[in-house]
């Protein structure tokens, strides 16, 4: 799944959302982000044959640097969680509906 995030919401990066629950999710960042910073989000939601956007307020829980197969750190890039804040009651629906549909196709 797709997500863009931003500081300030005039600059946006992309990133790729590695786990994801109605709570919270883990992407990986180019840089370390400091625990308690807010961030925004959005996250490009796959459903039938429209893509929807959410956004939403996001509080950093953690940020470590990436670990390489092999050892060592990757360069510049950074495993960081987030709880998710402030999302509207339909948003959460939507999202509840975009896990279980993702769940359904993975077969579990």
Not at 8 to 13: F, M, P, R
Request: charged share 30%.
């Amino acid at each position: 799944m797709l997500v863009k995030y931003s500081r300030d919401g005039s600059l946006w990066d992309i990133s790729y959302v590695k786990d994801f629950s109605e709570t919270g999710m883990k992407i990986t960042t180019s840089g370390k982000c400091t625990p308690g910073e807010f961030l925004k989000f959005r996250v490009r939601i796959p459903l039938e044959a429209a893509f929807e956007w959410l956004e939403f307020p996001g509080k950093i829980v953690d940020s470590e640097a990436l670990m390489a197969p092999g050892g060592g750190v990757v360069p510049d890039t950074y495993i960081t969680r987030i709880q998710i804040s402030g999302i509207e009651d339909d948003q959460k629906g939507l999202l509840r509906k975009y896990i279980e549909w993702f769940l359904k196709e993975q077969g579990k």
